[in-house]
């Protein structure tokens, strides 16, 4: 055998077989990455352990603060607690969604979004804290429409671009995203929650991103972006601290750099393996917001850079299972929706601890799953049903989910999607039969088989019309047999005239 012949080889036991070409030796990683229901677990699973870091941390970085308000200690992490069973409801009805369900509903979403933003600016219905107008009081926890708005954004985009697919051309891609995006960045600045508008651009860049947008495009809104970002400096001079704060914190120590410099100090102090869980200092009131934004700083006290490296990781595998159902899915609207989701939540927690770290200026978002939050949590934990619900419809899980045998438990909880591409329209009869075709747009999904063609009988459908020439096999009409008779004439009704 030549050093230049393949042949298949097992790098290491579990692993799938790698080739050797000449002196390349690829490695294509463990066979179980094969798996039909992959993706699902990958997001169950490193969402389910980023929760259940959250909700320790919260305990651990709120009980000091609740005390020294003469609370009990275990008040905020009960109801980060509760909040998040009802945010694991709100995934169990997302895993049940169809994604035609979803794109027939997410205009009349985007409207209801709007609508909202305008509301919460209402005084007396919106709430301010801090100078910002951005929550409605429910009684138990505080609404954030904007939170809302980047879901509703990406699966309304989502859906917009999966109908334009057919004539997607620059024009097409930018015209029904780019102005949604404006308006609902003007309501956000008016708020002003400038990091949910930094939020919703990660949504936008996700969408064109995954729309085939030409990289050229990115570079000139980056520019728009810097452009922009000088503006709102210039009217609102308080951002100029938060940048200057990032440049060099301590040259305001007391003021705009106290909670950075609090925050570095949290991290040093954390070490390798950290002080120990409980053990922060930091938390007794001496770094502002450690239990929401900051409290990847309280990660790294207690638990150590090990802490922050479990965390950082958990992060890049929910993200490899974004991008891995968009690749693996047959319908374009979950491709463009998981990639538009994945890009926010990954984005998001990187600005998160990348301000936290001193390497991007404070924005105030929060940590996805980790941070306390109300509104963000359970919209958060949505979104992670939404993506396990896609993980399903990749056409390998689809066929598993039908084959295979599970209990009834699993099968309420995760039913078996209907087809790899949903039905934007529903059947109006239950067999109704379902073929794919390209719909308005052309977006390729099942449509319904009704129509014209369909109305007909096969027999009707295969029988020639009345007068044509019957046609041989190459297409030419037939001659007509000479010694054949025609057949008598048809009487009219009422007799010959």
């Given at each position: ?353 990348g301000y936290v770290v001193g390497m991007l200026p404070v924005t105030g978002v929060t940590l996805p799953l980790i941070s306390a939050g109300g509104t963000s ?75 014209a063609a369909a109305r007909r009988s096969p027999a009707r459908a295969e029988a020639p019309r009345r007068g044509a020439p019957a046609r041989t096999g190459t ?23």
């Open positions: 055998m030549t050093s230049t012949e393949t042949r298949p080889r097992a790098s290491r036991a579990g692993s799938r077989p790698t080739r050797i070409d000449g002196r390349v030796r690829r490695w294509t990683g463990p066979a179980w990455l094969d798996g039909p229901m992959t993706s699902c677990h990958l997001v169950l699973g490193s969402a389910g352990l980023l929760l259940l870091i959250g909700l320790v941390m919260v305990f651990s970085a709120s009980a000091i603060e609740a005390a020294l308000d003469d609370q009990p200690a275990w008040a905020p992490g009960v109801k980060q607690l509760v909040l998040a069973c009802i945010g694991l409801g709100a995934m169990v009805v997302a895993m049940r969604l169809p994604a035609g369900l979803i794109r027939r509903h997410a205009p009349k979403a985007l409207v209801v979004v709007f609508g909202l933003l305008l509301l919460v600016l209402i005084p007396g219905i919106g709430i301010e804290r801090n100078g910002a107008r951005q929550w409605i009081p429910l009684g138990f926890t505080d609404f954030q429409p904007s939170e809302l708005g980047k879901l509703v954004f990406a699966l309304w985009g989502a859906h917009m671009l999966a109908l334009r697919e057919r004539y997607m051309t620059t024009r097409a891609l930018l015209v029904p995203v780019l102005p949604v995006f404006g308006v609902l960045s003007v309501l956000l600045i008016v708020e002003p929650d400038f990091g949910g508008v930094v939020s919703l651009g990660l949504v936008l860049v996700g969408l064109l991103w995954a729309g085939g947008l030409p990289l050229k495009w990115f570079g000139a809104f980056a520019g728009a972006a810097v452009v922009l970002i000088s503006l709102a400096v210039v009217v609102a001079p308080y951002r100029m601290e938060r940048i200057t704060a990032f440049m060099d914190p301590f040259a305001d120590p007391t003021n705009t750099g106290f909670q950075a410099i609090r925050g570095f100090y949290a991290l040093a102090t954390g070490g390798f393996w950290g002080v120990g869980l409980g053990n922060s200092a930091m938390k007794w009131n001496i770094l502002p917001e450690a239990e929401s934004d900051y409290i990847f700083a309280i990660i790294g006290e207690e638990l150590g850079f090990l802490g922050c490296l479990v965390v950082v990781t958990l992060y890049g595998v929910l993200a490899y299972a974004g991008f891995r159902i968009a690749r693996n899915s047959a319908d374009r609207f979950v491709q463009l929706a998981s990639v538009a989701i994945t890009v926010w939540l990954i984005g998001q927690a990187t600005m998160n601890m949590l359970i919209l958060t934990l949505f979104i992670i049903g939404l993506l396990v619900r896609f993980a399903c419809s990749e056409p390998a899980a689809v066929e598993h989910l039908r084959s295979a045998e599970r209990s009834r438990l699993t099968r309420l909880l995760m039913p078996a999607p209907a087809a790899a591409v949903d039905p934007v329209r529903p059947r109006r009869f239950p067999d109704e039969p379902l073929r794919e075709q390209p719909v308005v747009g052309g977006a390729r999904t099942l449509v319904h088989a009704r129509g297409g030419a009409p037939a001659r007509r047999d000479p010694a054949r008779r025609d057949p008598a004439p048809r009487r009219r009704p009422g007799g010959d005239r």
